[in-house]
């Protein structure tokens, strides 16, 4: 075989090769099957998680930091917050890892860091519907609160 017909044939070889990959890697790289998350539920109050159809890990508010608990008292009675300019402002969910809503629905509210000098990655973000969500990377990634356990 001659030197031009072998690089010939190593060419449609290579171009070949690179086609099959192509259509391989379209045949499987599609979005993985749906699977629809379980609407957790309390047991205490036979009630639905507000916001557990978002979508999100539901977490009880027992397994999140301590300082978390604190904060949500401090929601629930209305303060005095340790941060006042920030604490119960509205969280405008610039990241959309929230369920979109309106302006003005969510607000946050610090949770603080022992050791750190300043507020901190963490927070709890509330919505007008009584959902909670924490965050413990600065809106990174959050979890739905289960605020009864």
Do not use: C
């Amino acid at each position: 075989m001659s030197p031009g017909r072998r690089l010939t044939v190593a060419l449609v070889g290579l171009v070949a090769l690179v086609v099959i990959g192509w259509f391989v890697k379209d045949n499987t790289s599609g979005a993985p099957p749906e699977v629809t998350k379980p609407v957790v539920t309390s047991s205490a109050q036979g009630a639905t998680v507000p916001g557990a159809n978002s979508g999100l890990d539901v977490e009880a508010l027992s397994k999140l930091p301590a300082e978390a608990a604190k904060t949500w008292k401090l929601i629930e009675s209305n303060g005095p917050f340790p941060y006042p300019r920030n604490d119960g402002v509205t969280f405008e969910n610039r990241e959309k890892r929230l369920p979109q809503q309106k302006s003005g629905y969510y607000k946050e509210y610090t949770v603080p860091t022992p050791g750190s000098p300043d507020r901190g990655a963490r927070r709890i973000v509330t919505g007008s519907e009584k959902e909670v969500f924490y965050t413990g990377d600065h809106y990174s990634t959050f979890v739905v609160v289960d605020v009864t356990k």
